[in-house]
């Protein structure tokens, strides 16, 4: 069988897309990212130009079997659908052919980047039968079984939990800005987020205190067809943080997500750029209330000298 690779056409595309998510985060051992949120986020930051991105993979008969997009830094996301895993060595060798370029440090040379969880063992195989090398350079992925989490939120006097308003939009968006990475957004990216199909508003949280003020935040994305949901983006303000904001905030979205019905909660951290022993603040976080690690989603690197 033969992957042909075309450029991203039409919304028909990006649901196709979607759908094959959905298929592949029906198997628990196969919730990798891109997850629908996942996605949607990307598309929302990114624009046009992210969609403009995307090498859609096709098998003969036109059916769409998979994506891959360059990300930060130019290294390369590849998602296939959950039966075509074994064509990843053809979409690999494509992606060495048109994403090789200079060294991201301080080596001579030409080289290719991909992200792959090291629990992904079909693709870690291929990686290593190519020739890459594990980087340090990962993102953490948890999860949450919302079936034994039962911690109740408990704020300190004068804050509270509520879905976004239209008045508090662009104080949201001001803290993301301080706590977003590489992706910090503005307001007509959040218009793009909140237009996006897994969108929820009422699963967009806020932590305001008394004088109505935006202090945290915290976007869950539902997959209504699995049962399941991830939160992205998550934080606090800098101004107020290390005053258990951060963690009664999951604790309420826990709360929020088991009343609806929701199995299992996920969330990942990305810019983890070795593998320190010491937990940054998210990561103090998010093991206090209780995530398990799903996998770590390293950067494989291969050179051409």
């Known amino acids: ?47 046009d130009k992210f969609l403009q991105s995307l090498t859609i993979c096709e098998i003969e008969d036109g059916m769409i079997i998979g994506a891959i997009w360059p990300g930060h830094y130019r290294i390369i996301y590849i998602f296939t659908g959950p039966e075509y895993f074994y064509l990843e060595d053809e979409i690999i060798a494509w992606v060495e ?4 370029g200079r060294s991201l440090e301080d080596r001579s040379g030409l080289e290719v980047y991909i992200w792959s969880y090291i629990e992904d063992h079909p693709r870690v195989e291929t990686l290593k ?7 340090t350079w990962y993102m953490y992925s948890g999860v949450m079984d919302l079936e034994t989490a039962n911690q109740e939120p408990h704020f300190p006097e004068g804050f509270k939990v509520r879905p976004i308003e239209t008045d508090t939009m662009e104080q949201k968006v001001m803290i993301m800005n301080g706590s977003a990475g590489l992706t910090a957004p503005d307001m007509d990216i959040y218009r793009r987020l909140m237009s996006c199909p897994t969108y929820n508003q009422d699963l967009d949280l806020v932590i305001i205190d008394e004088a109505n003020t935006v202090v945290g935040f915290a976007n869950i994305w539902h997959d209504n067809e699995n049962n399941i949901a991830i939160i992205e983006p998550f934080g606090t303000a800098s101004t107020h943080r ?16 088991k009343e609806i019905g929701v199995s299992m909660l996920y969330i990942n951290h990305g810019g983890m750029w070795t593998l320190d022993p010491e937990p940054d603040d998210a990561m103090r976080v998010y093991k206090r209330v209780g995530f398990q690690e799903l996998g770590k989603m390293f950067v494989w690197c291969k050179s051409f000298s």
């Open 1 to 47: 069988m033969t992957v042909q690779f075309r450029r991203y056409r039409d919304e028909s595309d990006y649901m196709t897309l979607r759908k094959l998510i959905t298929q592949k985060f029906a198997d628990p051992n196969r919730r990798f990212y891109p997850s629908l949120g996942d996605f949607d986020y990307n598309r929302a930051f990114g624009g």
């Open 242 to 257: 290390r005053r258990g904001l951060a963690t009664n905030l999951l604790f309420e979205c826990m709360r929020r997500l």
């Open 97 to 100: 052919r048109h994403y090789c």
């Open 129 to 135: 039968a190519r020739g890459y090398e594990q980087h």
